[in-house]
């Protein structure tokens, strides 16, 4: 009789809630919520109270397999190592090592991602190492970057409760974060305001105070306009923004540029709410703004998100307690992925791989010489596997042949590779492209930590043996450099690894499994080993210094709708499923609930199109086409359609286009034309 | 304290050989479930804050059915649990509690109804259900205080201290003063007293009015039965029931758990005679109107009957066959073609005691025979009649009652739900006989009144001016 109840973190979003796994004689029989975790406060959402269904499902990889002819085999490690070690040295040899790329896993752990990023550029010499935070927030690493010197969520999610004012833009909160929605919910209760900016009539959206369904893609606009007001009605923070902030004047004459007229004519939103809204947001003492994929997955994405920084910084609504630029992190440790150097152009920390002496400071650490030209975004590989540069790809824990943009193009670009390796936990339909597949333990068969939306870091913990011959993705990592020659991979243990990156990591240094396993709760950056960790960010100066105020310009989405594809299409996901579905779609009960994807149709449009409820229809853009489900209602306003991308029978992505934002090579997923045709 | 009360507990069950027991363990930083195995791991218990165990305990003993188990639980997993073993999920038998009582700030954060004598004092623990040597009685009463039960319509009898009825909400006992030996100052009787570990129990406590100001009423108190008394012909007998009586009877979780016994011997009833019209349709008796709902009710009492007591033999007298809802014709030819109920038409003039058996003397007036049946039990279709304080309430609330005392509609065609004072409407047989279908979409009806009436922001009422 072996019962234990394991305590570990939710392997979905990035809310980071506390869980028990419930072990029976190694059969993982439920999910229990933790009551003293502050984040769920012992509540889960429909995910994560069935997070233990995929875990041992009779569809994991449990063995390395190795493409034949075409056809998947059963191989030993042992085989399976020698075979990818081989191809990496040949072509690190024949090519030169930026011909490698390697996509790291949000949904692995930090010291994964750590062991990955360490292989990529001590042993195979590349910084072509990205992850999907691409997709998501690489706009904010970007933005917030530039505007605050710190890209991550500026307050915890505990602090939402005690906030005045909460404007919510491009964030579905209670469908992918519920238990941060369940604090905006909390706040109102209090008595705070919400305004929810959003195409779609969202179900946050019911609760709010002012909602302005906004055209997509014109947020720069909407925000600009807002500042406008603000500055006209004098309810600026002048001691906050001459103290603390630079680039005012410039900024000033940008934003006067936005009369309230002018922007209803871009954003459909009638000046009056627009003035309401920006009374409201203006006039709180502690207002904070959380945002999402909304705003980032734009051409404009790195302008959007520079747009919110610059409402907090006009108001002085940054570096206070409830308050500040709060994006949400979609997965479970996207965060901890970018904290881990999982990113072309910083070492872990964010310590830039040109910077002279970051370089020399690894380059001793590891006892190597490291390459000091930033690698090849992720987005960027495909076009550049396309093109034959890239030859060999190695992709951890991921599926970008449905989370990329321009699904298709991304086929033909993987399909063009010498040696494509994945390493997953089910044979994904990524992985059924690879020539190898290495089996890979999933989240309740391993030590390791996760860092939540919020900066903190929780420790994973191993609830059950691997399956089969899978294996922790840091110990397969660790095996293939030893195989390959690779020095300094002699780890024993996560924990190991995790004491090296604190090493290097001034961040993550007093972060360490002793403190967690004690119950504290760190947010980095905590730099000392007596560090109480960082709840708020830029408390007395940023991070950068001074906060900058960027003078931005509205730009149109790459693509609006036209004759020929009339439609405008936005992306996003559904509060039972996750992604990819490579997880929940395995899970009965979620499965049940939404079993196929589906489009938003306004009655509007459904009248135009001549679309009857429920009939399959043809989404056609530039890029490609899907059979698919209508569904008509007005959360959608006429002229937009929406379709969640989780399902592969009907991939949203086939549709969506590869247009990147400039600066944070962010594809433009919310935004694009298309057009609909019914059967009859 | 509690908790090192609770770890010796614990302690001395794995001790005596118990494979494990079920609580709750502080690692990590974090509170959860665990399995304590060996006592010395009781080191880590903790009692706080509440995890629901109920799920955890039946997936155990689902997954090691021969172990010995127990578990550290609070009342509302032990109410849990006995819900669950009624449904076969969950075997007490061999199984260990240890109760733990909540706090009254927990009982209040969690907002438990639980069967609460001082209604802030009973955390809910049910150590009183515990404590009860044999599990004869459900839940453990000392009162020794017996009368009939209310919603027993009085046939089974009920302590001083009691839970008015199963689904009661909130959940809770309540005290009957009137009854109760010691606030009557008859007895210095202490027996909720000693067996409540919370110490939840004051006599002190008093029944009290409480004002409220609302912006409108429905009024919805319902009806009584004719008493069976009216009806001189019909004897007083422990074995004449009337419909409500014979529901208790006939439910399931009723007091005979569903098997159709006689009141007053405790045997199975072979014979039952179902009487309609009993007062109803009745100008000698003051009651002109029919009922509307005792030929429907009879004969699914009948159906009921024969479905319990397969051979006994259910009659039913009536005048005419008034079931004019939808599927209700069909429900009585599928009583008298599948479940064989008789129908007699004709009507009673005698019900009255014959040594074991109730003698019912009528006429079928069919044939044009008289008929004499010896029964174990007599169901009669008591007459629906206003609720005896619907006078003094409508007078109190200014509003009209008809010639028989139901509540008066201000028209009975096109406003059948308002009264002749605005903002006081009607809902079920307080305005008249009706079944459930029709009250339920009368109270519908009513509360989508007040809705409206609620939805502006100013009242604007119609002239009334004395003619």
């Known amino acids: 009789m072996n019962c234990d109840f394991v305590l570990t973190i939710c392997p979905f979003c990035g809310c980071g809630c506390n869980v028990y796994l419930q072990v029976l004689d190694g059969e993982i029989a439920g999910v229990i919520p933790c009551k003293t975790d502050e984040i769920s406060e012992g509540r889960l959402c429909v995910k994560g109270r069935n997070a233990h269904r995929f875990i041992q499902h009779q569809d994991r990889l449990k063995t390395p397999l190795i493409k034949q002819n075409g056809q998947f085999r059963p191989a030993s490690w042992q085989e399976a190592l020698e075979a990818i070690g081989q191809k990496l040295t040949q072509i690190k040899r024949d090519f030169g090592p930026d011909a490698i790329a390697f996509i790291s896993s949000a949904k692995c752990t930090n010291e994964e991602n750590f062991a990955l990023m360490k292989f990529a550029r001590a042993v195979i010499g590349t910084n072509n190492i990205d992850h999907c935070a691409r997709l998501c927030h690489a706009s904010t690493m970007v933005g917030l970057m530039s505007a605050f010197g710190s890209g991550a969520m500026t307050n915890s999610t505990t602090e939402i409760e005690g906030a005045d004012c909460i404007f919510v833009i491009g964030s579905n909160t209670s469908e992918q974060h519920p238990m941060v929605a369940s604090r905006i919910l909390k706040a109102k209760d209090n008595g705070a305001k919400l305004i929810v900016v959003d195409p779609r009539r969202i179900p946050l959206a019911h609760f709010a105070d002012v909602y302005l369904q906004i055209e997509p893609g014109t947020d720069v606009c909407l925000l600009n306009g807002l500042m406008n007001i603000i500055l006209a009605q004098g309810l600026v923070d002048e001691q906050f923004v001459s103290q603390r902030t630079e680039g005012f004047e410039d900024f000033k004459k940008k934003i006067e540029e936005y009369p309230p007229q002018r922007v ?24 904070t703004i959380i945002y999402c994929m909304g705003v980032t997955q734009h051409t404009t994405g790195t302008d959007n998100v520079r747009s919110c920084a610059n409402l907090a910084l006009l108001t002085g609504n940054v570096g206070r307690e409830s308050t500040g630029v709060n994006p949400l992190r979609g997965q479970n440790n996207v965060q901890g992925a970018c904290d881990m150097g999982a990113l072309p152009n910083v070492f872990p920390g964010y310590q830039a791989v040109d910077d002279p002496s970051m370089k020399a400071k690894f380059e001793k650490a590891w006892d190597t010489t490291l390459s000091s030209s930033p690698g090849l975004t992720l987005t960027e590989m495909f076009e550049a596997a396309y093109r034959g540069q890239i030859k060999a790809l190695y992709i951890v824990g991921e599926n970008p042949l449905l989370s990329e943009p321009n699904a298709r193009h991304a086929q033909e670009a993987l399909e063009k590779l010498d040696l494509l390796v994945v390493q997953d936990i089910f044979l994904s339909e990524t992985a059924q492209l690879a020539h190898v597949v290495l089996p890979a333990a999933s989240f309740a068969e391993k030590e390791g930590t996760f860092t939540a939306t919020d900066r903190r870091v929780q420790r994973v913990r191993k609830a059950i043996d691997p399956l089969g011959d899978s294996k922790p993705d840091w110990a397969i990592i660790s095996q293939l450099a030893q195989y390959i020659g690779g020095k300094g991979f002699d780890y024993a243990s996560a924990e190991d690894i995790m004491e090296e990156s604190a090493t290097l990591t001034p961040i993550y240094s007093g972060i360490s499994y002793q403190r967690l396993d004690s119950g504290e709760v760190l947010a980095w950056p905590c730099p000392t080993k007596g560090h109480p960790g960082t709840k708020f960010l830029h408390q007395e100066t940023f991070t950068r210094g001074k906060g900058r105020l960027f003078a931005i310009d509205f730009r149109e989405p790459a693509e609006l709708p036209d004759e020929e594809f009339p439609l405008m299409l936005t992306t996003g996901r559904l509060m039972f499923h996750y992604h990819t579905g490579t997880m929940t779609r395995r899970i009965p009960s979620l499965e049940s609930e939404v079993s196929t994807g589906f489009v938003e149709l306004n009655p509007e449009d459904a009248q135009r199109f001549g679309v009857k409820p429920g ?66 | 304290m509690m908790i090192e009360a609770v770890k010796e507990e614990a302690s001395q069950l794995l001790r005596q050989g118990y494979d494990g027991v079920l609580g709750l363990a502080k690692r990590w930083g974090h509170v959860g479930p665990y399995l304590f195995t060996k006592p010395e791991e009781l080191q880590d218990l903790v009692l706080e804050p509440r995890y629901p165990l109920a799920k955890i305990i039946c997936q155990l003993q689902r997954k090691w059915p021969d172990k010995k188990l127990g578990a550290i639980v609070r009342g509302c997993d032990q109410r849990a649990l006995k819900n669950l073993e009624e449904r076969g999920i969950f075997q007490r038998d061999g199984f ?73 909400v909130p959940n809770r006992a309540v005290r009957d003063g009137e009854h109760c030996l ?51 012909e019909f004897e007083e007998d422990p074995d004449i029931l009337d419909g409500l009586q014979f529901e208790r009877i006939l439910c399931p979780s009723g007091p005979t758990n569903g098997v159709i016994l006689r009141p007053s011997d405790g045997k199975v009833a072979k014979e039952v005679v179902f009487i309609s019209c009993v007062g109803s349709r009745d100008p000698e008796h003051g009651l002109p109107y029919c009922s509307r709902v005792c030929c429907m009710y009879l004969v699914k009492m009948a159906m009921l009957y024969k479905h319990a007591v397969h051979d006994g033999q259910a009659y039913i007298f009536y005048m005419d066959i008034r079931v004019t809802g939808k599927g209700y014709e069909e429900f009585v030819q599928r009583a008298v073609e599948e479940n064989g109920v008789l129908y007699l038409r004709g009507r009673v003039s005698k019900v009255f005691r014959d040594g074991d058996k109730i003698k019912v003397w009528g006429a079928d007036t069919l044939t ?100």
Not at chain 1, 649 to 667: F, Q, R
Not at chain 2, 144 to 167: M, N, T, W
């Open chain 1, 264 to 287: 209803q004519q871009v954003t459909g939103i009638p000046s009056e709410e627009l003035e309401r809204a920006a009374r409201m947001y203006g006039e709180a003492e502690r207002a």
């Open chain 1, 615 to 680: 009939e399959r229809v043809t989404v056609k853009s530039r890029r490609g086409d899907i059979e698919i489900d209508v569904f008509i209602t007005d959360r959608v306003a006429p002229g937009v359609v929406f379709i969640p991308f989780h399902f592969a029978e009907c991939a949203a992505n086939v549709l969506t286009s590869d247009e990147l934002d400039p600066e944070a090579k962010i594809p433009e997923l919310k935004v694009c034309a298309v057009n609909i045709q019914g059967k009859g």
């Open chain 2, 96 to 168: 260990v509690f240890i109760g733990i009582a909540c706090s009254a700030e927990e009982a209040e954060a969690c907002n438990c109804d639980k069967p609460l004598y001082d209604t802030h004092g009973c955390t809910g623990c049910w150590k009183c259900v515990e404590k009860c040597p044999q599990e004869a009685i459900k839940i453990i009463n000392p009162c020794p205080i017996l009368v009939p039960k209310e919603f027993e319509a009085g046939i089974f009898p009920r302590k001083a201290i009691y839970k008015p009825f199963p689904q009661a």
């Open chain 2, 182 to 232: 010691k606030i009557q100052g008859r007895l210095d009787c202490k027996g909720c007293e000693n067996i409540c570990e919370a110490k939840a129990i004051t006599h002190e406590m008093e029944d009290r009015y409480e004002e409220v100001e609302v912006g409108a009423i429905v009024v919805a108190t319902g009806y009584e039965l004719l008493p069976k008394g009216e009806i001189r």
């Open chain 2, 368 to 467: 044009g025979k008289r008929v004499e049946i010896a029964a174990d039990l007599v169901v009669l279709g008591m007459a629906i009649t206003p609720d005896a304080r619907a006078r003094e309430l409508a007078e109190k609330l200014g509003i009209a009652t008809d010639e028989h005392g139901f509540m008066a509609e201000i028209h009975p065609k096109l406003r059948p739900l308002e009264t002749s004072v605005p903002g006081i409407f009607l809902a079920g047989v307080v305005q008249g006989p009706k079944d459930i279908q029709d009250s339920v979409a009368q109270a519908s009806g009513a509360a989508s009144k007040v809705l409206v009436l609620f939805s502006k922001d100013e009242l604007i009422l119609e002239k009334v001016a004395a003619s």
